[in-house]
């Protein structure tokens, strides 16, 4: 049974001095912080992973977690989740389905080869490159519904809006309504928690198409890929990878969307 955070264990009140330029004197001021914590995730016992995460919505997160790392293959394999408040952070233990056992054991011994500074040894960087399923043919998103769902976003940002510092993911359907969204410091844990919420809500990412606040790197692509999206829309530009691998899945993939343009990649 997972256990939800407790209240207000995402913000912080803080005491903060106002400085200004030319001498001018200094003011008190209180702002809203975002927390961060580390967030331990374990999967049938095994420490698997520590992330640096905003603790809300922790089930959601470890789910598109599972998802995006191949250890499961739908939230049903998710047995069971449970969130425990640490001295230091948090434990999030989930219980996947038997069936799951020997895939999270091959990417265990995968990730022991991992550094740092990246990925290290010929083996990873073939992982690395490895082609991405194509995503299912699909039509374009209406230009539209792209600045309808850009319009709204701010609407379903709490937490950006209190503090100023965390990203958000979002979906949407075919007309641009935003039917769901997650928050985190971390962009790519804000689209972990979005997928990990599509996932446990039965809802296809397909029929519609995710939105996110932050810059697209390649790792955004490849997870809402492997989530099944079809279209990507990114506030912020892509990288080069970015492009080449959604490119290479067949995501549509729209960039630097702003309230006036947006880039149609690949086109």
């Known amino acids: 049974m997972a256990i939800s955070p407790p209240d207000k264990s995402h913000v912080l ?3 903060i001095r106002l400085i200004r ?14 927390v961060e914590d580390p967030v331990s995730l374990e999967f049938n016992g095994i420490a698997y992973a520590v992330m640096m995460a905003t603790p809300t919505d922790l089930v959601d997160y470890v789910t598109g977690f599972a998802l995006s790392e191949k250890l499961i293959e739908t939230a049903a394999d998710m047995e069971a989740v449970d969130i425990h408040h640490a001295d230091n952070g948090w434990i ?15 990417r265990v011994r995968t990730r022991v ?11 990873n960087l ?14 374009a998103v209406s230009h539209d519904a792209i600045f309808r769902a850009l319009a709204e976003l701010g609407e379903h940002q709490p937490l950006h809006n209190a503090t100023g510092a965390v ?7 075919a007309e641009g309504h935003i039917l769901h ?4 410091v ?12 599509l996932a446990r809500a039965d809802v296809p990412a397909a029929d519609g198409f995710i939105l996110t606040s932050s810059r697209c790197s390649y790792e955004m692509v490849e997870k809402s890929v492997r989530a099944e999206a079809t279209t990507l829309v990114t506030i912020s530009a892509p990288t080069s990878l970015a492009v080449s691998r959604a490119q290479d899945a067949g995501l549509t993939l729209i960039a630097l969307a702003r309230p006036d343009t947006a880039w149609l990649m690949g086109e």
């Open 13 to 15: 009140d803080q005491t």
């Open 113 to 123: 080869s991992e550094s740092s500074c990246g990925l290290c040894g010929m083996e």
């Open 167 to 173: 990203h958000a993911a979002a979906f949407a359907d």
């Open 186 to 197: 971390g962009r790519h844990n804000a689209l972990d928690k979005l997928i990990g919420c």
């Open 181 to 184: 969204a997650r928050e985190d």
């Open 126 to 139: 073939e992982e690395v490159m490895r082609p991405l399923p194509k995503v299912a043919a699909h039509e």
């Open 92 to 106: 999030v233990r989930a219980r996947l389905a038997h069936t799951r056992t020997e895939t999270l054991l091959a």
């Open 21 to 34: 330029p030319g001498g001018r004197p200094t003011e008190t001021i209180y702002r809203t912080i975002a």
